[in-house]
């Protein structure tokens, strides 16, 4: 395997630890009647959109270069 268990178990900790907090900030401003964080970052990628296309494509290149190497062995 080219990967080690610690690292995946740090990964999918740092994934749910992103999400779940971005998850319970969107569903509280909601129920407050302002506005959730998506909207924030579609304005931001409005405003600077060479800054989130090559945001989104280095993030891109991380999931994918994770996904292709799980495989090998």
Same mark, same amino acid.
């Given at each position: $395997?080219?990967?080690?268990?610690?690292?995946? &178990?740090?990964?999918?900790?740092? &994934?749910?630890? &992103?999400? #779940?907090?971005?998850?319970? @900030?969107?569903?509280?401003?909601? @129920?407050?009647?302002?506005?959730?964080?998506? /909207?924030?970052?579609?304005?931001?990628? #409005? !405003? /600077?959109?060479?800054? @989130?296309?090559?945001? !989104? #494509?280095?993030?891109? @290149? $991380?999931?994918?270069?994770?996904?292709?190497?799980?495989?090998?062995?």
């Amino acid at each position: $395997m080219n990967y080690s268990r610690p690292g995946f &178990i740090i990964l999918v900790l740092v &994934i749910f630890g &992103i999400l #779940l907090p971005v998850l319970g @900030a969107d569903t509280v401003l909601t @129920a407050r009647g302002k506005r959730p964080i998506g /909207y924030h970052v579609n304005q931001f990628a #409005l !405003a /600077y959109p060479w800054f @989130a296309a090559i945001l !989104a #494509l280095v993030i891109g @290149a $991380m999931i994918a270069h994770f996904f292709l190497n799980i495989a090998d062995g």
